[in-house]
C-alpha cells in the first residue's frame, strides 16, 4: 500500500505565498522522483514543478522564478512553495511519485488526492 497525502493551505490574494506539502508512506522501495502537477477547469493538467531523487529539478516556464521545489532529508516528503501568485495560478494541484514499491519491479507513478488553490485577484 502506499499513500501520497497533500497538505496545505489553498486560497490566497493575488502577489501572496502558499506552500503545499505531499509525503508518501507504505510500502516503497525506492523514489526516482516527486512533483507537482495542475489543472485548471476546461483544461488538461500539466507538469508544474518536479525534483528526482539526485535533486535535479524541474519548472514550468510559466511557473520559473516563482515556484520552488524541494524535498525534505528522506525523500519521501516534497514541498512547493508558491510566491507571487496569480489568478491564472488557480488550479487543483497533485502530487505525483514515480516509485518502486519492491526491487523487482519496475517504477510506477502515484498520485495524491489533489488541493484545490485559488488566487483571487
Known amino acids: 500500500q502506499v499513500q501520497l497525502v497533500e497538505s496545505g493551505v489553498g486560497s490566497v490574494q493575488a502577489g501572496g505565498s502558499l506552500r503545499l506539502s505531499c509525503a508518501a508512506s507504505?510500502?516503497?522501495?525506492?523514489?526516482?522522483?516527486m512533483g507537482w502537477y495542475r489543472q485548471a477547469p476546461g483544461k488538461q493538467r500539466e507538469l508544474v514543478a518536479d525534483?528526482?531523487?539526485?535533486?535535479?529539478?524541474s519548472y514550468a516556464d510559466v511557473v520559473k522564478g516563482r515556484f520552488t521545489v524541494s524535498r525534505d532529508s528522506t525523500k519521501k516528503t516534497v514541498y512547493l512553495q508558491m510566491s507571487s501568485l496569480k489568478p491564472e495560478d488557480t488550479a487543483v494541484y497533485y502530487c505525483?511519485?514515480?516509485?518502486?514499491?519492491?526491487?523487482?519491479?519496475?517504477?510506477?507513478?502515484?498520485w495524491g488526492q489533489g488541493t484545490q488553490v485559488t488566487v483571487s485577484s
Open positions: 505525483k511519485a514515480n516509485l518502486k514499491r519492491y526491487f523487482w519491479v519496475n517504477a510506477d507513478d502515484y
Open positions: 525534483i528526482t531523487s539526485d535533486s535535479r529539478t
Open positions: 507504505g510500502s516503497i522501495f525506492s523514489i526516482n522522483a
